[in-house]
């Protein structure tokens, strides 16, 4: 099972690395078949606070066949993210991951290219939820059922509030790749 990250420009680590993380942690400590391939517009990203990643491929890289998942992570506007996360090319990636029926797994404002891609319309899903729930109002425009809940799930589509609910979307994600039992096992070998 191959999960696809895909980092926009001004993404935020900590949504980021908690799917690097807990699926290491399946594969290393348990075997379980699970990987991580990670991708943006270009090989370095500059991350939400500057932190540069490079990624293992780019955009123009992907074929969608290889993979099992989509996760997006979220970031900050002044960071650039909605420069990279609304672009048509990336919206179209979305698109072909859900017409496949394939896992997307968002965290935070990750839900909102989502949103724009047109396959949340009329579909329930969660996006960060405090000062005055100003981006929850955007993904509302996109004709979404938006449910203020931490984490939301309609058939392939996670969704979530904020950093707080990263963990839970990434061990969801493994849940829906894996079996609950083994994402059990993983989650409590991590403490939580």
Known sequence: MKTLIFLAKGFETMEFSVFVDVMGWARNDYGYDV???TCGFQKQVISTFNIPVMV???INEINVD???ALAIPG????FGFYEEAYNERFLNLIREFNS?????ATICVGALPVGKSGILKNRKATTYHLRDAYRQKQLKEFDVNV?????VVDKNIITSYCPETASGV???LLEMLTSEEQMKIVKA???F
């Open 170 to 172: 990434a061990f969801r």
């Open 66 to 68: 290889e993979y099992d």
């Open 75 to 78: 970031g900050f506007e002044e």
């Open 35 to 37: 990987s991580v391939v």
């Open 100 to 104: 496949k029926g394939k896992i997307i």
């Open 147 to 151: 449910v203020n809940e931490p984490i």
């Open 189 to 191: 070998a991590m403490g």
């Open 56 to 58: 293992d491929k780019t």
